[in-house]
């Protein structure tokens, strides 16, 4: 008997991908085959193509959306379109029952291709504001799953509805012995862990490195820094650890850590809330980003799970301030975590998405 088939999308960035890695496991059970369209080069490729054997990738052409002027913004909708004839060559020989979109601006051909095919498709939008590639999409997705119940207003109301956060089950598994262990660091002072998202921030790593010596004084620093952007110079210094990015071993360090330093992107901050990690939050400018993240950290410091510096505002002694001003405020912040519990395991988003496999 041949198994039913669902696709995946989503790529661009660590975040447009994590959720789908968190709900592979569940379809795993349930006897899918499971298929995943992401672009040639972007991390999706990594994470998905070469970290999960189990998973089916193919590679699609995909133009860049951008918010800004460039040349490249007259041939890439050539790419885009290269990419839907691609996408339902693909989706026709498969003829899976439904497509999971995370977004990124490589799920727009798939969702095009899907309309064209004929194969409904659900969406998920993990910020406040929905990000370009899913306001494209909106118009053919039957359902679109969002992770903020202030997101309902920006989408229609007969095709949304508010999950929150899908949680990875590892991330709850972690050790804080063997994370000590896998960072070489003691139970003597503080653990910061410092996450500039899967491609680094290097407004995170200057002010961090930049004051490192006085920040470790009173912290000590497990620092996710992002892919090339490793100090050799930095290699011996007691008390601080480097990773370019981590998977498997995440869930240790994150046990092993007791406040964090952070971008303000969805699924990180959500996972932070739900292993109880209070953070310091530096979101993407409006001037870098469409101001997600700024959105992002205001909701999460209105409800009190974080505090905040903007980023314009960072500064070697703004973040030292910053960091003990957190720490100072843990255990009101815990308490407060503790009373919040918005976010669905992979098996109820999986049940959520096989929901809608009917395309009416």
């Not at 992107?265 to 997600?292: Q, T």
């Amino acid at each position: 008997m041949k198994r039913p088939v669902i696709v995946l999308t989503g790529g661009g960035t660590a975040g447009h991908v994590s959720v789908n890695e968190a709900i592979i496991p569940a379809f795993l059970e349930r006897g899918y085959e499971i298929h995943y369209i992401g672009s040639h080069e972007g991390i999706e490729r990594d994470l998905i193509g070469t970290g999960h054997p189990e998973v089916t990738y193919h590679a699609i052409d995909s133009g860049k959306l951008r918010r800004y002027f460039s040349m490249k913004n007259f041939t890439d909708p050539f790419r885009v379109g290269a990419g839907v004839l691609q996408a339902y060559s693909i989706l026709r020989k498969l003829k899976p029952e439904i497509i999971f979109s995370k977004g990124g601006f490589v799920s727009v051909p798939v969702v095009l291709a899907a309309k064209l095919a004929r194969i409904p498709v659900v969406a998920h939008e993990s910020d406040v504001s929905p990000g370009l590639a899913n306001k494209i999409a909106l118009p053919f997705v039957k359902h679109i799953f969002t992770v903020f119940e202030e997101t309902l207003s920006y989408v229609p109301s007969d095709r949304s509805s508010c999950t929150g956060a899908i949680i990875r089950p590892e991330l709850f598994e972690g050790d804080r012995k063997t994370g000590l262990r896998m960072s070489g660091l003691t139970e003597e002072k503080p653990v910061v862990i410092v996450m500039g998202g899967s491609q680094g921030s290097a407004v995170l790593n200057d002010a961090l490195r930049g004051n490192l010596q006085t920040i470790l004084q009173d912290f000590q620093i497990i620092h996710l820094c992002g892919k090339g952007n490793l100090d050799e110079s930095l290699d011996q210094t007691e008390g601080y650890v480097q990773f370019e990015y981590v998977t498997e071993g995440l869930p240790h360090l994150m046990a092993a850590s007791e406040l964090a330093l952070s971008r303000a992107g969805s699924n990180a901050i959500f996972e932070l809330l739900a292993v109880r990690i209070p953070m310091l939050l530096v979101p993407l400018s409006a001037e870098k980003s469409r101001g997600d993240q700024i959105l992002n950290a205001k909701h999460f410091k209105k409800l009190g799970f974080a505090h905040v510096i903007n980023e314009e505002d960072i500064t070697v002694a703004s973040l030292l301030a910053g960091l003990i001003d957190l720490a100072e405020d843990k255990k009101n912040i815990i308490s407060t975590m503790d009373q919040t519990d918005a976010t669905k395991t992979p098996e109820e988003m999986a049940n959520l998405i096989l929901s809608c496999r009917t395309n009416s």
